[in-house]
């Protein structure tokens, strides 16, 4: 815990060096990286403090046992569909998803089902897809949706392979 708190810190630290150096060798974008960040800030104050009282209701209401049934290691097709839909019903920002995904995958969430939720998240709406449809026609809709949702669900499954054989040489 205090090993992932102190990359926590680093990573902050990082930013801010990042950040100072940016104002110091390009001084004229210092007003939009300023603008820029405070909306950022903004935006996160504001949504936050929803998203902790959601993890809360969360960890309350649903139990480890659910999760690992209907999203774990054996849920199979059925907890990547749920997963896809999890993923694609939310319309918020995708730093939302975030505290989810860690709350799941501590509930027993397979690495598979955490990589769909969250890319869904980021790659599938079904706002989204409506304009799609649209704009764009169906056949487009269809296709990169199918796509996506292909190459979402293989990148799963590669991760959670890669995330069991490490964990597996840890041990």
């Keep these: 815990?205090?090993?992932?708190?102190?990359?926590?810190?680093l990573f902050l630290g990082l930013i801010i060096?990042?950040?100072?150096?940016?104002?110091?060798?390009?001084?004229?974008?210092?007003?939009?990286?300023?603008?820029?960040?405070f909306d950022y800030f903004k935006q996160m104050v504001m949504v936050f403090p929803a998203v902790i009282i959601l993890m809360g209701l969360f960890s309350v209401w649903v139990s480890k046992e659910f999760v690992m049934t209907h999203l774990g290691g054996t849920s199979g097709l059925r907890?990547?569909?749920i997963a896809f839909f999890l993923g694609?019903?939310?319309?918020?920002?995708?730093?939302?998803?975030?505290?989810?995904?860690?709350?799941?995958?501590k509930k027993g969430a397979s690495y598979t089902n955490i990589v769909i939720f969250l890319s869904a998240w980021a790659c599938i709406k079904i706002p989204q897809e409506?304009?799609?449809?649209?704009?764009?026609?169906?056949?487009?809709?269809?296709?990169?949706?199918?796509?996506?949702?292909?190459?979402?669900?293989?990148?799963?499954?590669?991760?959670?392979?890669?995330?069991?054989?490490?964990?597996?040489?840890?041990?």
């Design 1 to 9: 815990m205090k090993k992932q708190k102190n990359k926590g810190f």
């Design 79 to 81: 907890g990547i569909l």
């Design 17 to 37: 060096i990042a950040f100072i150096l940016t104002l110091i060798f390009v001084p004229e974008k210092s007003p939009l990286i300023m603008k820029t960040s």
């Design 130 to 171: 409506l304009m799609e449809l649209q704009f764009l026609g169906a056949k487009f809709m269809v296709a990169r949706l199918g796509l996506t949702m292909i190459f979402i669900t293989l990148m799963g499954m590669i991760i959670n392979k890669l995330m069991s054989t490490e964990t597996q040489t840890n041990n």
């Design 88 to 105: 694609a019903i939310p319309t918020g920002p995708i730093f939302v998803a975030f505290p989810m995904a860690q709350a799941l995958r």
